[in-house]
C-alpha cells in the first residue's frame, strides 16, 4: 500500500501541478480508496471529500458520482448508515441521470452491502441482482 500512496501522492502533485482538474480528482479519488483498503476511514473520507468538492466545481458528473460511492462505503465501514445511505442514494442518482453503468453497479451493490448489514437481505438481494443484470 506505501508504494500505491506515494504513486497517486505524486500523481495527485503534478496533476496540481500543471492544472489537470480531471486528474487531480482521480488521484484524490485513488488515494482514498488506498486508505479505505487500509482500514483509514476518516483519512479515506477527507480524500473523498476533497474529490468531490472539486468534481462539483468542475462538473465533472463521474468523479462526482464516485465520490459520493466511495464516502458512502468508506460511512458503511464506520457504521454511520444513515450517511452511507444519503451518499449512496446521491450517487445512484447521478449514475443513472448519466447512464454511467459502471458506477451504478458500483453504487448498488455498495447498496445490497448496506442493506445486507443492517438484516435486509431481500432488499440487499434486489441490489445485487440489478448490479448483475448491469453487468451482462
Avoid at 59 to 75: P, Y
Wanted: no cysteine; net charge negative; charged share 25%.
Amino acid at each position: 500500500y506505501e508504494k500505491a500512496l506515494i504513486n497517486h501522492k505524486t500523481h495527485l502533485s503534478i496533476a496540481r501541478e500543471i492544472q489537470d482538474r480531471l486528474g487531480e480528482t482521480q488521484a484524490l479519488g485513488n488515494l482514498g480508496k488506498v486508505l479505505f483498503n487500509q482500514g483509514k476511514y476518516p483519512k479515506a473520507i477527507d480524500f473523498h471529500q476533497e474529490q468531490l468538492a472539486l468534481a462539483k466545481a468542475i462538473q465533472d458528473r463521474v468523479s462526482e458520482s464516485q465520490a459520493l460511492a466511495n464516502l458512502g462505503r468508506a460511512h458503511l465501514a464506520m457504521g454511520e448508515l444513515q450517511q452511507a445511505i444519503s451518499y449512496l442514494q446521491d450517487s445512484l442518482y447521478i449514475s443513472v441521470t448519466i447512464k454511467d453503468n459502471l458506477s451504478r453497479g458500483e453504487t448498488l451493490r455498495f447498496m445490497g452491502d448496506v442493506s445486507a448489514f443492517i438484516g435486509e437481505s431481500e432488499q440487499a438481494k434486489d441490489y445485487y441482482m440489478q448490479q448483475l443484470e448491469l453487468a451482462r
